[in-house]
């Protein structure tokens, strides 16, 4: 038997954090043969309610979990932690400043990540939800210096399966005919979905679109802007295809991408494509025995060129205020 992995879930008693324990609980995160320790991270207000779905966990009776601890407490919360999934975050409320959002998340992500650097398991991943999520990312890793940078990620995985749901609903193609979709840059308005490289039933997607018009002017605003399409039908902000992709995005990471696919992953660049080193942006990847490995050497036409330049410009501006707020 399988010695339990300690997954750690910030922003436990939120939206996200319901709709994610469960799939974690009964094994989707890892695989139906990984036995899991929760422990759920809140803030003091947050305990109660994270308590009542502890309550709902031991109600399961998953045969894979085999234990929930909850904690206002990080140190306590990353103590040994394999795996963790930053949710928690402060949202941005009506008429604050970047400076006073960066600043606010700034003062989560950084003790979460010191924290993580001084307490979790030397293989730790960590992937970042709560937005603004890739410079929550950084902020987290620039305090964890003993832990591998690369073992920090951003969640861009939702937008990619959006993407490719919208590619799938265009065309008439089944989503698992879509392959090598990529989303590069920010996980913002500025994202660039990629279907230059997609492939549909082995045929190149743009071929297979054929309508720039669409591309510019539908696609690409429909999957960035999504999230408040969710927001303005739902009265809520997405919650269970959120959950879903940080899932998705943990599970591949770990067990790796099909052979002849890959992902998008918001990770640390080491300077491909173009992208300043260090920015924590989204790239296509493949993931093979729990290491990710960036796809190198596609062709970037001007299309796509002015759209990834325009996301990581913003990357980099994110990455000067929380400089300059000395969160970094
Ligand atoms: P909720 O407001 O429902 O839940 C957030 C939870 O985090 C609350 O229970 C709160 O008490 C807790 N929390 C706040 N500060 C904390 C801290 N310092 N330590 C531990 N817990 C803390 O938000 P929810 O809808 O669950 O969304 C969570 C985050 O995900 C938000 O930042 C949201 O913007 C972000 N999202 C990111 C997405 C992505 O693709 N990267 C998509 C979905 C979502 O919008």
């Not at 998953?62 to 407490?73: M, V």
């Not at 989204?282 to 796509?304: A, H, M, R, T, W």
Request: hydrophobic residues 45%; aromatic residues 6%; proline residues 4%.
């Amino acid at each position: 038997t399988r010695t339990p992995v300690n997954v750690t879930v910030t922003g436990a008693a939120g939206q996200i954090g319901y709709a994610l324990l469960f799939r974690i609980a009964s094994g989707h995160l890892l695989g139906a043969d990984v036995p899991v320790n929760l422990r759920l991270l809140e803030i003091p207000q947050g305990l109660k309610a994270a308590e009542g779905t502890a309550m709902e966990l031991d109600d399961c009776a998953f045969p894979l979990l085999r234990g929930i601890e909850i904690t206002d407490n990080a140190d306590k919360a990353f103590d040994g932690a394999n795996v963790a999934l930053l949710v928690g975050a402060r949202p941005r409320t009506k008429g604050m400043e970047r400076g006073d959002l960066l600043a606010a998340n700034g003062g989560i992500f950084k003790p979460q990540g010191k924290a993580i650097n001084d307490h979790a398991a030397d293989d730790i991943r960590v992937l970042v939800v709560g937005n603004p999520a890739n410079t929550n990312a950084l902020i987290a890793q620039a305090a964890a210096p003993d832990v591998p940078a690369e073992r920090f990620t951003a969640m861009t995985r939702l937008d990619h399966n959006r993407a490719i749901s919208q590619l799938a609903a265009k065309t008439g193609a089944a989503v698992s005919d879509i392959k090598r979709l990529t989303i590069w840059g920010n996980h913002s308005a500025t994202q660039y979905p990629d279907i230059f490289h997609a492939e549909i039933a082995g045929k190149n997607a743009a071929e297979v679109v054929n309508d720039q018009a669409w591309l510019a002017d539908e696609f690409i605003p429909t999957v960035a802007k999504r999230g408040a399409a969710i927001i303005e039908a739902r009265g809520a902000s997405s919650a269970a295809s959120a959950a879903n992709a940080a899932i998705d995005h943990i599970h591949t990471w770990v067990n790796g991408t099909a052979e002849g696919d890959w992902t998008s992953m918001g990770i640390p660049s080491d300077g491909s494509y173009g992208v300043p080193e260090g920015l924590i942006s989204s790239f296509p990847v493949v993931c093979k025995d729990g290491k990710y490995e960036i796809v190198q050497g596609l062709d970037i036409n001007e299309f796509s060129r002015t759209r990834i330049d325009a996301s990581v410009a913003e990357l980099s501006e994110e990455r000067d205020a929380v400089r300059e707020l000395g969160l970094i």
